[in-house]
């Protein structure tokens, strides 16, 4: 949980850098499309560099082998969130040696399982 508020928190702030190092080489990311795979530093720094929307962590749940977190969208410093300024999305994350190595977004939060560990923002 400790590497996905650290990762929200720079991107919230525009730290795209500091972001992109929460990310580890290989990493396998899942939007509205397919999979694929960032195989470069410099990959990952360009995926960060598009991603147009800020986040505030809402809250997370751990299930199975991923961390399934709420996020709002907001304004981020260099970029404009627009229309999708307030929308919930749920980020799935896989975390491995202090970094995400798996990352996948949806738009509507998920089900929780049936006895979830909860995390609030602070935990």
């Known amino acids: 949980m400790r590497v996905i508020r650290a990762w929200v928190g720079a991107l919230q702030r525009g730290e795209l850098g500091r972001a992109a190092r929460y990310f580890a080489v290989p990493i396998t990311i899942a939007g509205a499309g397919p999979a694929y795979t960032l195989r470069s530093r410099r990959e990952v720094v360009r995926f960060h560099a598009s991603v147009s929307c800020g986040a505030?962590?809402?809250?997370?749940?751990?299930?199975?082998?991923?961390?399934?977190?709420?996020?709002?969208?907001?304004?981020?410093?260099?970029?404009?969130?627009?229309?999708?300024?307030?929308?919930?999305?749920?980020?799935?994350?896989?975390?491995?040696?202090?970094?995400?190595?798996?990352?996948?977004?949806?738009?509507?939060?998920?089900?929780?399982?049936?006895?979830?560990?909860?995390?609030?923002?602070?935990?």
């Open 56 to 123: 505030e962590l809402l809250g997370a749940v751990a299930q199975d082998r991923y961390t399934i977190a709420r996020l709002r969208l907001t304004e981020r410093p260099g970029a404009r969130c627009g229309a999708q300024t307030g929308t919930t999305v749920s980020n799935w994350f896989r975390v491995r040696r202090g970094r995400i190595v798996e990352w996948r977004s949806t738009v509507a939060a998920p089900t929780a399982p049936a006895r979830p560990r909860i995390f609030g923002p602070s935990a």
